[in-house]
């Protein structure tokens, strides 16, 4: 490699953690912000005067606020699953409920009547809303099915079944037998591919390996394929590695290859987890790599490329990493940041289906998206 493209690596790889720096120093002042302003509604719109009072819930919200930082210094000596919980379900609640107290904090500096009327069927709501956040999010992926079209489908592709799974965030908060059932499920549909897309597994991971392992039990006639997400670059990508050895699941590593005549997969890293190698590889090169006559699917995490894809005659892409926004107002935002947020997309004679995932990051909740399992068929148009 000569010393420019070295050079160039080093920049791009130090760009790359300056703009993690500063997105996390931006989600912390938000967090950190979006905490103080409900201490300060409660205490104001509901005219607490009481100094112990409002010690009291100072302490509360201050502890529950640090409580996913303290999660997460201890993770990977300790695990204490019911501060696993709770720190992800207070995170959870300050992002649905901020826009709520946002607008009772208005609503008091306009002084309109009846306001702690008003404020508490407002949080009445959020409350409601919180819990039927959290059941949604709590329950098993339902399956998704899609049949694509295709004119020129190889005969032998006709019928053919691929299962898309993404982010299960294993290590995360699960009930016991998630992944047990989740596996119960892929095999009652009985793919002749299993295709995964990334955030396989979450901080904790180490801890809960036997849940991994149950994905060894997946069935499938061409096998289990895997490109990595951005969560296998901060769970640790050389334990990522290990459990996918063992697992027999297969990773695609900025390569294109062969599954069954006429059918190739091309798989790119995320660009989180290409920090780890001093390398700079393109969609184009991989594409080099592929014969011209094959029906290609792009496996790449984030719901990005599309458009290139299309121009290289790729027939299919899928991805994960937005979970459809998985929360209200996350939702809104994803849907601002990327251009085929959630579903099923088609351009020219290509697709992209970009999945919500099978299980949820974070917060085990979700409002307005659903836990999915992927079937598509192709299809050989008439």
């Not at 107290?101 to 609503?107: G, K, P, Q, R, T």
């Given at each position: ?16 953690k300056i703009l993690i ?188 390996k036997e849940d991994f ?29 290990e459990l996918t050895d ?137």
């Amino acid at each position: 490699m000569s010393l420019k493209i070295q050079t160039y690596n080093a920049k791009l790889f130090r760009m790359n953690k300056i703009l993690i720096f500063l997105m996390f120093l931006f989600i912390l002042a938000f967090y950190i912000f979006a905490n103080f302003l409900v201490y300060r509604v409660i205490v104001s719109v509901f005219s607490v005067e009481s100094v112990r009072l409002k010690i009291f819930v100072g302490s509360f919200i201050f502890l529950s606020a640090i409580s996913f930082f303290v999660y997460e210094f201890t993770v990977s000596f300790l695990k204490i699953e019911l501060l696993h919980y709770y720190s992800y379900l207070w995170m959870g609640f300050i992002t649905l409920s901020f826009l709520f107290f946002l607008l009772i904090h208005i609503l008091s500096l306009i002084n309109i009547p009846y306001l702690k009327t008003v404020s508490t069927v407002l949080l009445a709501f959020v409350f409601i809303l919180s819990i039927v956040s959290v059941i949604n999010g709590l329950k098993f992926p339902e399956v998704k099915k899609i049949v694509l079209e295709y004119k020129d489908l190889p005969e032998n592709l006709n019928g053919y079944k691929i299962v898309h799974l993404s982010d299960l965030h294993l290590g995360s908060i699960k009930r016991k037998n998630w992944t047990k059932h989740l596996v119960s499920i892929v095999n009652k549909l009985n793919p002749d591919l299993i295709l995964m897309t990334g955030d396989l597994i979450d901080r904790g991971v180490q801890h809960m390996k036997e849940d991994f392992y149950t994905l060894k039990e997946l069935k499938t006639k061409d096998g289990v394929f895997t490109v990595t997400g951005n969560h296998e670059f901060y769970s640790k990508y050389k334990l990522f590695v290990e459990l996918t050895d063992k697992t027999g699941i297969k990773r695609v590593k900025n390569e294109c290859v062969k599954i069954a005549p006429n059918l190739e997969i091309i798989g790119m890293d995320d660009p989180e987890v290409r920090q780890f190698f001093n390398e700079k590889i393109t969609l184009e090169e991989i594409i080099n790599n592929c014969s011209k006559d094959s029906f290609k699917i792009f496996l790449y995490h984030r719901p990005e490329y599309f458009d290139k894809t299309v121009k290289y005659g790729i027939k299919l892409q899928l991805s994960g990493h937005t979970h459809n926004g998985q929360i209200f107002p996350v939702n809104i935002i994803v849907s601002l940041v990327y251009k085929y947020p959630y579903g099923l997309y088609k351009k020219s004679d290509s697709y992209i289906y970009t999945t919500s995932g099978a299980s949820t990051w974070g917060p085990p909740m979700r409002l307005f998206s659903k836990n999915e399992v992927v079937l598509i068929t192709l299809k050989r148009k008439k």
